[in-house]
């Protein structure tokens, strides 16, 4: 049974930092790895960067530049490290373990969200 656990939201001034983390239990990582998504009020779950099995990282042109994922293997733990950030960061964040699904890589299994609330 997969389990994700996510950490270290909280409420920030703008251009504070916050650094999630995300405890994976259950789960092996595909060559699809990890990833973050979060979703604001009245808005769509977008995806935020995503880390594959070999390190290669992605980033949604919003937040690059202002966050590194990272993960460490012996923990099995999941990061967002979240630098600069603005109010429009604001939404919940999840961590996600990711499979090949019909012909791509996506999101399979879900934490239970943290919440980051950055003000002005």
């Known amino acids: 049974q997969v389990q994700l656990v996510e950490s270290g939201g909280g409420s920030v001034q703008a251009g504070g930092s916050l650094k999630l983390s995300c405890a994976a239990s259950?789960?092996?990582?595909?060559?699809?790895?990890m990833g973050w998504y979060r979703q604001a009020p009245g808005k769509e779950r977008e995806l935020v960067s995503t880390?594959?099995?070999?390190?290669?990282?992605n980033y949604a042109d919003s937040v690059k530049g202002r966050f590194t994922i990272s993960r460490d293997n012996v923990k099995n733990t999941l990061y967002l490290q979240m630098n600069s950030l603005k109010t429009e960061d604001t939404a919940v964040y999840y961590c996600?373990?990711?499979?090949?699904?019909?012909?791509?890589?996506?999101?399979?299994?879900w934490g239970q969200g943290t919440q980051v609330t950055v003000s002005s």
């Open positions: 259950g789960y092996i990582f595909s060559r699809c790895g």
């Open positions: 880390i594959s099995s070999d390190g290669t990282t």
């Open positions: 996600a373990a990711r499979l090949y699904l019909v012909g791509d890589c996506r999101p399979r299994y």
